[in-house]
């Protein structure tokens, strides 16, 4: 009972220092009129949404974002198509844009042109007044547009769509070929899916890794990426009117974090720190989970020896894959020329030429047609997984198992309280998972008080 009360002592103290809570802050009810579109000759603003506009075409957006790579990339192609287009961009932190957003609502100050949403913050984003519903008229975008999983991430709680996805996150597992081959007995994605058809059954292969490589290598780094992993698979919302289904929907991935702690199946590294990234590179810990950005931004960076050796190899998780992260693009209501700013978005998720931009960065869009009219913009390989199609094994082999869950607005409380769960099992092997669950239920009780706690 001491250490129930320690723990919940400093998950108090800890909520206190940390980042500002996102719940039940004051709604922002100040409205946004419409900006009237620039005046254009030969041009209707209320209709012909759906033709493209003149190659000479002259304007200008501006853009808050954080992916200097994507969005140089994609403006570089749009501008190839509409070269007197101009944009402006500022760099921000994803954490930092949605107090930004806030902040120029409330002071009057200027929201870009378009705006992004990363999916951390989305839903409470989402509920912000300054979206254009791309899903009505002028624009009349047909979410069928897109594969079905990113659809509710793109909807917010009028289910009208407020931005479409940059890119499809899709995530299953990166594993060591090498070390796949010496410990499992096969680097083949399909055996391995076999050998692993469930999270048990991965478990009891951990115990064995450790013991027979004298406690050298895991089958995972850390607790609190395997957890948040694990947590996305069911695709089942969190939050359901006034309930928070903390058991139906968190119950499962705390049971199997702690089973991966005592097990010895996954490493402490505590995730997305500077030795858990260089971890990647040192061969001790075999799987890894893997979205379509993560090649690029970790595996390739932090695995230097790998590009020479195909270290890598792609596979669907046990138990079905997930979305890991993930940004949309949408207009905002103030943008001042709403015609030219869906032309670019339209451009950058939903075209096949904005496709091939994406390719050259190792990412799949989102939009269906584009790879029916180039089937081989779903084909990407990267030295660092040898000979292994990884843009078609994301497609056809990971996509189709994943279950997109419907994002709500306290989301990110649940998330803070996760990350504080996940650091205290990490730090203290006598928490169980019992414990974890009604960890988290005192913390939602006292951050969320008005919602009902399962």
Request: proline residues 5%.
């Amino acid at each position: 009972m001491k250490k129930v009360c320690c723990f919940l002592v400093a998950i108090s103290l800890l909520s206190l220092v940390g980042c500002g809570k996102n719940q039940r802050e004051p709604e922002v009810t100040e409205k946004i009129p419409k900006a009237d579109g620039q005046n254009h000759e030969n041009i209707d603003w209320q209709e012909n949404y759906d033709e493209p506009l003149p190659a000479d075409y002259e304007g200008t957006l501006s853009m808050w974002g954080w992916d200097d790579a994507y969005y140089k990339t994609v403006t570089e192609a749009f501008r190839k198509k509409y070269p007197n287009v101009k944009f402006e961009y500022t760099p921000v932190e994803n954490g930092d844009l949605i107090q930004k957003y806030k902040t120029a609502l409330i002071t009057g100050g200027e929201l870009p042109d378009i705006g992004w949403a990363v999916m951390a913050y989305r839903a409470e984003i989402f509920e912000l007044d300054m979206w254009e519903p791309l899903n009505q008229e002028p624009y009349g975008f047909d979410i069928s547009q897109v594969h079905e999983c990113v659809r509710p991430q793109m909807m917010n709680s009028k289910r009208d769509v407020c931005g479409i996805e940059q890119t499809l996150a899709a995530a299953g597992l990166a594993y060591r070929r090498d070390l796949a081959e010496e410990y499992l007995g096969t680097d083949d994605p399909k055996e391995l899916e076999a050998m692993f058809p469930d999270w048990q059954s991965f478990i009891e292969k951990g115990k064995e890794v450790y013991d027979n490589s004298n406690g050298t290598v895991y089958l995972w780094p850390g607790l609190a990426d395997a957890q948040q992993f694990i947590r996305e698979q069911q695709g089942i919302p969190w939050i359901e009117g006034d309930t928070i289904r903390v058991t139906d929907t968190l119950k499962h991935s705390l049971d199997i974090v702690c089973k991966f702690r005592d097990s010895h199946t996954s490493d402490t590294l505590e995730a997305w720190t500077p030795k858990w990234y260089e971890a990647l590179g040192k061969g001790t810990h075999i799987f890894t989970g893997c979205a379509t950005w993560s090649v690029a931004f970790e595996i390739e960076q932090y695995d230097p020896e790998g590009k020479d050796k195909g270290h890598w190899g792609l596979m669907s998780a046990p138990e079905g894959n997930i979305l890991w992260g993930g940004t949309t693009m949408g207009i905002t209501k103030t943008c001042k020329d709403k015609r030219l700013a869906w032309e670019f978005i339209k451009f950058a998720t939903l075209s096949t030429e904005g496709a091939e931009a994406l390719n050259t960065l190792g990412l799949l869009t989102t939009a269906i047609r584009p790879y029916e009219e180039n089937p081989d913009l779903g084909s990407y390989k990267s030295p660092w997984f040898g000979s292994q199609d990884i843009g078609d094994y994301f497609l056809n082999e990971i996509v189709p198992n994943i279950r997109g869950r419907k994002i709500s607005v306290n989301d990110s409380v649940i998330h803070e309280g996760l990350n504080l769960i996940n650091a205290s099992l990490r730090k203290d092997p006598e928490i169980t998972s019992q414990d974890a669950l009604q960890y988290l239920k005192d913390y939602l009780k006292e951050e969320l008080p008005d919602y009902k706690i399962e």
